[in-house]
């Protein structure tokens, strides 16, 4: 690499097509969070000439970034694509939002990429989630390569950061991340600050000086061999470590040198097979600039290095039904697979679906199958129905450039499919198919919602729908023990988003309050109750008796009914509308207005009038005897306690453990999960944890993951419960 030149293809003003697999590349920028992947990307575009051919976008804004959420919190908060052309290949490369909220976003673009640039900042460093990724990558030996920016920065050093890198993501081999430029740094400056001016590289010893905002390569200076050589050398071996040709290292160590062509061969294919991983250096260019520094060297590395779709195993695919289908290769002649890897809504066109093509040729105008995968438990509906492919296009920030067709391999921007979702399969409607799902996050950071006025209480059903049909990480509850209508989201940034693309793009305003848990009441001891309902007021009065016993019974035991009645004291016909009043009057409460579980009530005796008794005389009396009843009786307030399982790295169960002590939670069990990694299994009241999803984030410093299922209810410390009832008399 470098020693190709600056080409690229592309119709002025059309969106960059390519005609066959081998012509594509399809990429994945990670980092995190202010490491500068837009800022990567969009330099990149303007390197291939995408700028040229588009425009410049707003003043303010940047190719990926150009919705106005992200606009205002200025940050990516959603995947977006970028086509890009070099030297007649089309690069899409995909921006990932880097904060951790939209972590949905990164497993979509996952999802859609052959291969992975992970940019990190010279200046920050290499955080815990990005390295977690990385992992996940090496895992199902996704390609990668490393980009480091921010190398204006004053406190930025290369160097260090290389060897960062190495020591984080090389695993068993440091061999396997080696740098194959060193930056050439400029004349000082008045501040003291060295500025980056070019590269050199390593394999050609060339010197490619970006100081006038173009790339011009040359001779190195005698002074810069030295420097490179011991970089140099090592980079040899790493690439000769990974040759196909055995005798090439030993050829080496004897004196030989080894020809250009053959190292850069050996260097594509091991990039390719994800064996090693080159670290690069990029930053932005100058005001009015076309190239930014390592633009060129990064294009000529994704399209000499990263494989073609051809290359990459396509997902597993079955029919609708589950039966297995034999694996499908990337053939534009093949039978239709695609999918779905994102979804948004414009207010012009409508919704729009970013499709990653896997099999055959998706063709606008023509019925496709859409098959979900059924997540009923998130709130979307399930669906399995025929759907007419609107128009194709190629988007390049706001514009959408049409395109007649999108072949195997390829990512392709569709307009109007109304049924689907993020994660739906588009296949032949008269042979259907159904990709494996991939890996999403479960939402755990539950936000109640209520409309705010009665206008958007009658869109907020449509609104909620829409939101989570475009969001897999989003899933909404109707709980039917609080009565609140819940969105369960990754963390406060996403819950800020969807409220605000509810506001901004559906017209829906809500209000967030307080999230309820669904706590229950029970007895803690034997107690008797009286139920007299008797009224008398002209024509038929109200005439019912009944004396009950009630008692505590194991949890989930439910609420049972006995009826020792003798001597007919309660008309048979009237000892079902006892039961029917004790029930409703147990779903109420009896002591904080939650319902009342795990009893067994005893009728026992009563009276009625042969004219004034009636059915709901005696649901009445029922109702009344209970409450009677709990008067007399210790009333336990129960909460629900759910089964979490954190898994964390090792140098930071300590804090997790302490944590989860502090919520009252019982840890039940540790096991080693891997490398590094801990399992924590603890048990924990649900109303310590909330807000466990970012409070989880903030102790492992972004590593910990953790999941939650429902348990039981057990009884709240009786301190907590006075309070709680002290609260809502209060609130009355």
């Known amino acids: 690499m470098g020693d190709r030149r600056d080409a690229h293809a592309g119709a002025a003003g059309g969106a960059p097509a390519a005609d066959r697999p081998e012509g594509l590349r399809n990429v994945v920028l990670v980092g995190h969070s202010g490491a500068g992947k837009t800022t ?31 606009h205002r919190q200025q940050r990516s908060v959603q995947l977006s694509l970028i086509p890009v052309d070099w030297g007649n290949v089309k690069i899409n490369l995909l921006d990932t939002p880097g904060y951790a909220d939209f972590v949905g976003e990164l497993r979509a673009g996952l999802r859609a990429a052959d291969a992975a640039l992970f940019v990190v900042s010279a200046a920050d460093g290499v955080d815990g989630a990005t390295r977690m990724v990385w992992e996940e990558c090496a895992a199902v030996g996704m390609p990668r390569a490393v980009v480091v920016t921010h190398l204006e920065n004053a406190r930025a050093d290369f160097d260090e950061m290389t060897a960062i890198c190495q020591r984080v993501f090389s695993g068993d081999d440091p061999d396997a991340v080696l740098p194959l430029y060193l930056p050439l740094y400029g004349e000082e400056g008045p501040d003291g600050h060295t500025p980056v001016a070019g590269l050199i590289g390593l394999l050609s010893q060339r010197v490619y000086d970006y100081s006038s905002g173009e790339r011009v390569e040359r001779d190195p200076d005698p002074e810069h061999l030295p420097l490179i050589a011991e970089a140099r050398n090592r980079l040899i071996e790493g690439i000769i470590a990974e040759s196909e040709d055995e005798t090439l290292m030993d050829r080496y160590l004897g004196g030989e040198e080894i020809d250009f062509k053959t190292l850069i061969q050996d260097l594509e294919r091991a990039v390719a097979r994800g064996t090693f991983h080159p670290v690069l250096a990029a930053a932005p260019p100058a005001e009015g600039a076309r190239q930014g520094l390592g633009t060129l060297e990064l294009l000529e590395l994704v399209t000499g290095g990263f494989p073609t779709p051809a290359e990459r195993e396509t997902p597993a695919v079955t029919t609708p039904q589950g039966a297995p289908r034999p694996p499908l290769p990337c053939d534009p002649d093949g039978p239709l697979v695609a999918e779905v890897v994102k979804t948004s809504s414009d207010p012009y066109v409508g919704r729009i679906s970013l499709v990653r093509v896997f099999s ?30 609107g128009a194709l296009s190629s988007p390049f920030g706001k514009v959408q450039r049409p395109v007649p067709r999108a072949i195997a391999g390829d990512l392709v921007c569709v307009a109007k499919l109304s049924r689907a979702e993020t994660g739906d399969t588009l296949s032949a409607k008269d042979d259907p198919l159904l990709m494996e799902p991939w890996v999403m996050p479960d939402p755990l950071l539950p936000v109640a919602i209520e409309a705010h006025s009665k206008a958007d209480e ?40 969807a409220l605000e693309r509810l506001r901004a793009r559906y017209g829906v305003q ?8 669904s706590l229950r009441e029970t007895f803690g001891e034997k107690a008797a109750g009286r139920g007299r309902h008797v009224k008398q007021s002209g024509g038929h009065g109200q005439f019912a008796i009944c004396e009950i016993e009630v008692e505590p019974l194991p949890v989930g035991s439910g609420i049972e ?14 000892i079902p509308s006892v039961e029917k009043g004790l029930r409703a009057q147990a779903a109420r409460g009896v002591a904080a207005g939650y319902p009342v579980v795990d009893i067994r009530v005893t009728l026992l005796d009563g009276k009625a009038h042969s004219v004034d008794s009636s059915d ?22 129960l909460e629900p306690v759910a089964e979490v399982q954190v898994l ?15 919520r009252r939670g019982r840890v039940v069990g540790t096991e080693p999960a891997g490398p590094g990694r801990t399992l924590v299994r603890a048990e924990v009241p649900e109303i310590e944890i909330g807000r466990y999803a970012i409070d989880l984030r903030s102790i492992s410093h972004g590593t910990g993951r953790f999941n939650r299922s429902y348990a039981r209810h057990e009884p709240m410390p009786s301190q907590l419960a006075a309070k709680l009832r002290e609260e809502q008399e209060g609130s009355r």
């Open 561 to 574: 009914f006995v009826d020792k009645v003798v001597g007919g004291a309660v008309p048979r016909q009237f």
């Open 510 to 517: 809500v209000d967030a309050v307080p999230c309820k848990v």
């Open 40 to 70: 990567l990307a969009e330099a990149l575009a303007l390197a291939g000439g995408a700028m040229n051919r588009c425009g410049r976008v707003e003043e303010g804004t940047t190719v990926s970034d150009f919705d106005e959420i992200e």
């Open 360 to 389: 055959g040729t998706l063709r606008p105008d023509e019925t496709v199958h859409v098959s979900g995968h059924g997540l009923a438990d998130r709130g979307h509906e399930d669906h399995d129905v025929d759907e007419r492919v």
């Open 648 to 662: 964390v790295s090792d140098e930071y169960v300590g804090p997790v453990m302490s944590d989860l002590a502090g």
């Open 458 to 497: 009658d869109k907020l059903s449509q609104g909620l729908a829409r939101l989570v049909a475009e969001d897999p990480t989003m899933r909404l509850e109707q709980n039917q023990d609080t009565h609140q209508v819940v969105l369960w989201c990754l963390g406060e940034a996403h819950v800020d988003v």
């Open 616 to 637: 709901a005389a005696f649901q009445t009396a029922g109702a009344l005897a209970l409450r009677e009843a709990a008067k007399e009786a210790r009333i336990h307030l």
